[in-house]
């Protein structure tokens, strides 16, 4: 039985047909070796007469003959004919005068040594115009070498032929032969190879031992075919290890063996074998045993490799022999599973033989289109639409088994119905061989595929289109390790670079990140950054802030959202982070919270101000009854009256109030302003000597005052308050300790972000502003304490009202400046104050002038209205005034004013208005009054500033303003000098 045949039998194991295929190739491998070398041997040209006359042959003829041509020519070629061969070649001359066809015999040449040579030749008739045959032409090569080859394959196909007899035989055996058939088998194979002892031996694991299970010796007297033997499998550990992994044990000579092997080496001396072929029965754990085979006793013995391909084939057979019970249920479940497998399977599955289809499955022929019947041995070209596209995938295919084992092509085929399909083609050698043997290939139809890509690309190149033209930064990175796979443009130039498909290099991770601080300051670690977080943790990422460098090498700040791509079991694939620039946000924010800041602070300041304004308003009011009761009744007193003393110091203690009441107006920024235009730096050094005996004895006050440079407009008396205070606070910072307070005047651009930051900011205009600044070396303030410096009140002095930083706020906002806090505690403080500067001109040195005449003598009458809603005001007006010379009338509110003007219009000399009153305001009655008689002096009364006041009645006849708490004679003065200009 042929091994072929083996193959269609259904009692074969797989692995055993697998086994016979391997064999069968290896055979057809080896045929087609010699073929190739009998074509490329150099061929020999003949030319012979009709009646077998060598008319010429080619030089080639001395490498095939022995002769040289001239020994050939003329001498009849049938006399170089081994005579056995002559009636073959006979019979092919006799073929070429009935057909024009060339005839290729096989045929032995003599050689001039005597010796056959096997000659292939293919001859050719050359025919006249006649048609006669005029001359042969023959074309000859050696195939000596073919031929002996072929007698070689013979006799190892006659040895295939009876090992395959046997294999037949023995999968046919009863049980109770199979021991004799095996012994039968051991000795036809070893005498085949010429061994001397051939052995089955089975492991058992639990006892340690291998037994020699089946036996046979070329000595009968050695008894190997008798009994078992049982050998300690540790002498073995080095084969069995071997083993073991599925090789074969392979000793040409003792030295084959390592030297770790002591045990082995030791039992083949003692047996006298140097050569021994060991193959496993099974592997691993499942090791059965070995098939081995002692080459000839005392020599070194080559093991043939076709001997060691059949063994290989009868080891698998011999396994499946002795484990024939078991292994045929799992063969034949395993079959069923792969038939199954093969005709369900959703992919097109098939095999070919030189790329003939050989078979085909159910989802292959849907796939073409054809039937199974249409398939089956027809070339793969049919299903290709041009001959090169069937040599391009045979080419690239082969290439891939070559290299790899195994050909994955992307190619179209054509369907029966002539529409084309894309198919991803996957093929493996059946048995390794890479295009002679079968081949097994899987077709997927990837034509839905192949649309959904070019779909998807078309779809990436709008998104990436999309992406390069996001403003905001976008970058891509694989898993694990954060591998950068794309930068967008606005990505790149947040860190200056320009935007390029990264390299993917673990030093190129994320580089733009590098570096990145928190909002605090402090670095972020490389597994914080959003894109880390998304990738290593699987984080979303909301609106993490970074800080980074940007390309302009300025701070940028960054708000990132990043979260990690998960493919369909939810494993983290890639991550993707997009980066925001809101550093101008941020900057507006800030802008807008710090002018939030001011707007509420200076809402609180004005709140602060219009009660501080209101109290001293009434203040005010309260204290022209004080005053003016005071000094009316000093008046009355001689100078030697015990009660003097006392109004003496009520007044003395009402004017300190009424400075209380200034300090709390020029809070308000409603103080007295007499404005006129100012050399700062000349008017702090008038004021030299008293800044000097202001400080304290230990402090050192350092001037650095340039005259003629700082000129503002402003009220003297106030300025001169800002400085002293200022001087006062700095003394007393340094508490008891030496010291150092510098007072400095300049001019500086202050821009809009430069007066964003001041203290506070009435949304001045940016320009020119003079800069007064006064430092000490003293312990400086806390954030908290800064923060609360020009409350109202407050105060960190052992005593004080905390109403100078105050009044000072005050002052500077009614000059239209701002301040300017430095100040860190244990390191000083520098408080810098900023007026809007002018141009230099002749600057006054005094705070304004008076009339300095004295006071007249003439006698004072006539009617005087005085309105005020204060009764104690209008009570110590009136009797000032009578006392002066005066009739004075009253009126509580501003209605009443005008209806007894209105009464007694011709007779009223001078009005005293007050400003606030209820019912009509006094501006209100102003108007009413100026109507009825346009020429009545009017003095208003207010315990707000002048400016204040005048400013709303600017330019309609106002005669004069008196500002609360006034004396007596400050009023009569007024009026005296009013009458006396009217």
Not at 64 to 85: H, K, M, Q, T, W
Not at 359 to 370: F, I, K, V
Request: proline fraction near 4%; hydrophobic fraction near 40%.
């Amino acid at each position: 039985m042929a091994l072929v045949d083996l193959l269609a039998r259904d009692d074969v194991p797989e692995h055993v047909k697998q086994a016979i295929r391997e064999e069968l190739d290896a055979a057809r491998e080896s045929e087609e070796r010699y073929r190739l070398l009998a074509a490329n041997a150099t061929d020999m040209i003949i030319r012979l007469a009709p009646d077998g006359t060598i008319i010429d042959v080619s030089p080639s003829s001395r490498h095939l003959s022995g002769y040289d041509p001239a020994e050939l020519i003329g001498r009849c070629g049938r006399d170089f004919v081994y005579p056995n061969d002559l009636g073959t070649l006979l019979r092919a001359q006799e073929a070429l005068l009935d057909r024009p066809e060339a005839q290729t015999i096989e045929w032995r040449l003599i050689h001039k040594n005597g010796a056959p040579v096997w000659i292939e030749t293919t001859t050719q008739a050359v025919r006249g115009p006649e048609g006669t045959i005029t001359e042969f032409v023959a074309v000859g090569r050696d195939i000596s070498d073919r031929k002996r080859a072929e007698d070689e394959l013979a006799k190892r196909l006659d040895l295939e032929s009876r090992v395959s007899h046997m294999l037949g035989s023995l999968i046919q055996l009863p049980p109770g032969e199979l021991d004799n058939g095996i012994r039968e088998a051991l000795e036809m194979l070893s005498t085949s190879v010429g061994a001397q002892r051939a052995g089955v031996f089975v492991i058992d694991r639990a006892a340690g031992t291998a037994a020699r299970t089946h036996g046979w010796s070329a000595h009968p007297e050695d008894a190997w075919d008798r009994g078992t033997l049982a050998i300690d499998t540790e002498l073995f550990a080095h084969s069995i290890r071997l083993m073991e992994r599925g090789e074969i044990l392979r000793v040409s000579r003792p030295t084959d063996l390592p030297r770790s092997a002591v045990g082995e080496q030791a039992l083949w001396d003692a047996d006298g074998f140097r050569a021994g072929l060991f193959f496993p029965l099974g592997s691993g754990e499942t090791l059965y045993g070995a098939l081995g085979f002692y080459g000839p006793t005392g020599r070194e013995f080559a093991w043939p490799d076709h001997f060691i391909s059949l063994v290989t084939v009868v080891a698998d057979a011999l396994l499946a022999l002795l484990r024939r019970r078991e292994a045929e249920e799992a063969l034949i479940e395993r079959e069923a599973r792969l038939q199954s497998v093969f005709r369900s399977a959703p992919v097109g599955i098939g095999l070919t033989r030189d790329r003939v289809i050989l078979e085909a499955n159910d989802r292959l022929c849907e796939m073409t289109g054809y039937a199974r019947e249409e398939l089956l041995g027809q070339s793969a070209r049919m299903l290709y639409g041009s001959d090169e596209a069937y040599e391009v995938v045979g080419r690239e295919k082969y290439r891939q088994i070559r290299e790899q084992g195994t050909g994955t092509v992307e190619t179209c085929w054509r369907r029966k119905d002539g529409t084309f399909i894309d198919v991803l083609l996957s093929s493996t050698p059946l048995h390794g061989s890479e295009g002679s043997g079968e081949i097994t290939f899987t077709a997927l139809d990837i034509t839905a595929r192949k649309s959904a890509e070019a779909e998807l690309r078309r779809t990436q190149g709008l998104l990436q289109a999309a992406i390069d033209q996001s403003s905001s930064g976008i970058v891509i990175a694989d898993a694990p390790d954060v591998r950068v796979r794309m930068v967008n443009a606005a990505a790149a130039n947040l860190r200056g670079r320009e935007p390029e498909p990264v390299s993917g290099d673990p030093g190129e991770r994320a580089t733009w990140q590098w570096h990145a601080r928190r909002p605090d300051g402090t670095a972020i670690a490389f597994g914080d950054l959003p894109l880390a977080r998304a990738i290593q943790r699987g984080e979303v990422v909301r609106n993490q802030l970074l800080i980074v460098q940007g390309s302009d090498g300025g701070e940028r700040w960054i708000s990132a959202n990043a979260a990690p791509v998960r493919d369909a079991d939810g494993t983290v694939r890639a991550g993707i982070v997009v980066l925001n620039d809101i550093t101008d946000l941020r900057r507006a924010e800030e802008e807008r919270r710090q002018l939030e800041a001011q707007v509420q602070h200076t809402q609180k300041l004005e709140s602060l101000g219009v009660l501080a304004g209101g109290i001293a308003h009434d203040f005010n009011n309260m204290l022209v009854g004080v005053l003016g009761n005071a000094a009316m009744a000093l008046a009355q007193l001689g100078p030697e009256s015990p009660a003097r003393n006392c109004l003496e110091q009520i007044e003395t203690a009402a004017l300190r109030a009424a400075d209380l009441a200034k300090q709390m107006l020029a809070y308000s920024g409603r103080g007295r302003f007499v404005v006129e235009t100012l050399d700062l730096a000349r008017l702090v050094e008038e004021m030299s000597h008293l800044l000097e005996s202001s400080i304290s004895k230990k402090a050192v006050l350092r001037r650095e005052l340039e005259p003629g440079v700082a000129i503002v407009e402003g009220d003297a008396t106030q300025l001169r308050q800002i400085v002293m205070n200022l001087i006062t606070n700095a003394s007393e910072a340094l508490d008891d300790d030496p010291g150092v307070i510098t007072i400095a005047a300049s001019v500086i651009e202050a821009d809009r972000e430069y007066l964003l930051t001041t203290y506070i900011d009435d949304d001045l205009q940016p320009g020119r502003y003079v800069a007064l600044e006064v430092s000490d070396t003293g312990h400086g303030m806390d954030e908290d304490t800064k923060s609360r410096m020009f409350d109202p009140f407050f105060s960190t002095k052992r005593t004080g009202r905390g109403l100078g930083m105050a009044a000072v706020l005050g002052i500077v906002r009614g000059h239209g400046g701002a301040i300017k806090v430095y100040s860190e505690r244990g390191r000083g403080t520098c408080v810098k104050v900023l007026l809007p500067c002018v141009e230099p001109s002749v600057p006054s040195a005094m705070n304004g002038t008076s009339d300095t005449s004295a006071p007249g003598s003439e006698v004072l009458s006539g009617t005087i209205l005085v309105a005020d809603d204060e009764e104690a005001v209008r009570q110590v007006t009136r009797l000032a005034l009578e006392m002066a010379g005066f009739t004075v009338i009253t009126a509580a509110d501003g209605e009443e004013a005008v209806e007894c003007f209105a009464a007694h219009a011709s007779e009223v000399r001078a009005i005293l208005l007050d400003l606030s009153m209820p019912k009509m305001s006094g501006d209100e009655a102003f108007a009413a009054i100026k109507r009825i008689r346009p020429d009545v002096p009017v003095i208003l009364s207010s315990g707000f500033n002048e400016q204040d006041t005048t400013n709303r009645l600017a330019g309609r006849g106002l005669a004069g303003f008196i500002q609360k708490p006034y004396r007596p004679t400050e009023l009569i003065e007024k009026l005296r000098q009013l009458l006396r200009g009217a």
